[in-house]
């Protein structure tokens, strides 16, 4: 019955995101609207009850579930841990006004997430600027491969934070060395992609394009690109969801404005409800970047030839 | 020119190198193919009728011996020898239009105008019978129509040969039956000279002039040259208890089966 549901990669992300947009609304205040909003759905469609269910009710236990771990936690703790109900109430004076500006160090958290979107973009841009066409150029000719192969090998796995002190000491200022951070961070998973995807070409559309005797330009356009694009995208997808988590450390490291920036600000004045908040901003933030890429992906994807 | 000798294989030779040494997939291979003329190369999988047809195609070289076409040297791969790939290979961000004019643009655009080439499209869908599917994409139509947009594709070209790799293997019986007559319409109306890989027999009896028989790879090499002399057009119904036909198949039958059978048990 569940498995049912879960498809195929992509549409298991449908199911899972949806009901999870659903409590953006106010996560903090689902305890109150989660189970009234249902019911005026149900009548609708009679037949599907049961499948209808097994999609809504799974996913609001599973945040029940995290409601009541909170409360407990929150009943028992001796450090001012806040309750939902006290994050819900605060949340609502947070979101209430998200962009005002009260100088450089107290901002709205409309503001916040802003910058930090505005420095993953910047970052990401640059990284696929850089990093596509170098993924084009390493996957078409071997002795590319061979050559930075190694190099990627060798940097990959390295934190992208190690690289932040780099950034300070060339770009001299925080918010270049915050972008630079994201640059690093979110060129590996788009040169690795691309490069795999021209690798892996069908070698049957290499053949069409022999046979037709087709120009470079043509075969570039007509079908390298075409081909590689699903791998590039699913680079891209891995880049931005990489780069979003970064960019929270990166900000607590380098200040300023931003979300990571706030959630540090906000536990030097010990305001943990706001800190909660945050995490739940920053999830669905990376969230709605995550459905968003795959909707692009799906678009761009098209029927394999098989051989 | 020399039109009983339009393609000439002469001792080729294939060796491909592989990570446990080298293989050698062909060996004296001599076949001369007439302007016209429609020949089938059968034989068991694995005996290297592809690794010849892709000699002929010109996407590999033979490690000895020459290919000619048209008295010229095949040194690649070219428009003029189009091929109708096993799995279509069709692109799939394309519409069946789009994949046929990206042959028709590069062989006619130096020469025509737009329209022209336009003209050479839809009716190279018209002759398979696609035009209703001209706007649809390979992912959107059935296993058939790609193979006969695959087909469209090579025969907008106006190739010298076309070249087929089992272009009917992946289809099931019935819809590979009407291709094989659209085909034997085609080759009828445009008169082109065909060599097509296969491994049915009743395909390669129905359709050719002349069935080349390989024997079984490594070092695979032309067993028997079977020339079919059945009038055309031909039918498949009549021939079905044509005499001439069943001694035909029975020579093809007898030939993969009783001597180059148990492929596996030799290997």
Known sequence: MVSAVFHSPLEANVPLSSPATVSVVAPAKAAAVAVPAPVQTVPRKPLDLRAFWMRVLPPLAGFGLLLLVWELIAMNSTTGFPSPLVTAKQALAVFADPFYSKGPNDQGVGWNVLSSLQRVALGFGLAALVGIPAGFAIGRFEFLARMFNPLISLLRPVSPLAWLPIGLLVFKGANPAAIWTIFICSIWPMVINTAVGVQRVPSDYMNVAKVLNLSEWKILTKILFPAVLPYMLTGVRLAVGTAWLVIVAAEMLTGGVGIGFWVWDEWNNLNVANIIIAIFVIGVVGLALEFALIKIATAFTFEEVKS | ?267
């Open chain 2, 1 to 267: 020119m020399n039109e009983a000798k339009f393609i000439e294989i002469s001792g080729v030779e294939q060796t491909f190198k592989t990570p446990k040494g080298s293989f050698q997939a062909l060996r004296d291979i001599d076949l001369t193919v007439a302007k016209g003329e429609f020949v089938a190369l059968i034989g068991h999988s694995g005996c290297g009728k592809s690794t010849l047809l892709n000699l002929i195609a010109g996407l590999t070289k033979p490690t000895h011996g020459t290919l000619l076409c048209a008295n010229r040297e095949i040194a690649g791969p070219g428009p003029e020898r189009a091929v109708v790939f096993q799995n279509h290979s069709l692109l799939p961000w394309l519409t069946c239009y789009e994949n046929i004019y990206l042959g028709v643009e590069r062989v006619f655009a130096a020469t025509e105008s737009k329209a022209q080439l336009k003209a050479r499209t839809d009716a190279a869908l018209a002759l398979v019978g696609l035009t209703p599917a001209a706007q649809k994409r390979p992912g959107e139509i059935s296993g058939g129509m790609k193979q006969r947009v695959g087909i469209a594709r090579a025969l907008a070209m106006e190739p010298k040969v076309l070249l087929m790799d089992e272009p009917f293997g992946a289809l099931d019986a019935l819809t590979r039956a009407r291709l094989q007559d659209e085909l034997l319409a085609i080759v009828q109306k445009t008169r082109s000279t065909v060599v097509m890989v296969t491994h049915d027999v009743d395909e390669a009896v129905l359709l050719s002039d002349k069935i080349v028989m390989m024997t079984n790879g490594p070092s695979a090499t032309i067993g028997e040259v079977l020339p079919v002399n059945l009038p055309r057009p031909r039918n498949r119904v009549e021939l079905a208890e044509d005499r001439d036909y069943v001694h035909y198949r029975k020579a093809v039958i007898d030939f993969l089966y009783t001597r180059q059978g148990h492929v596996e048990k030799a290997a």
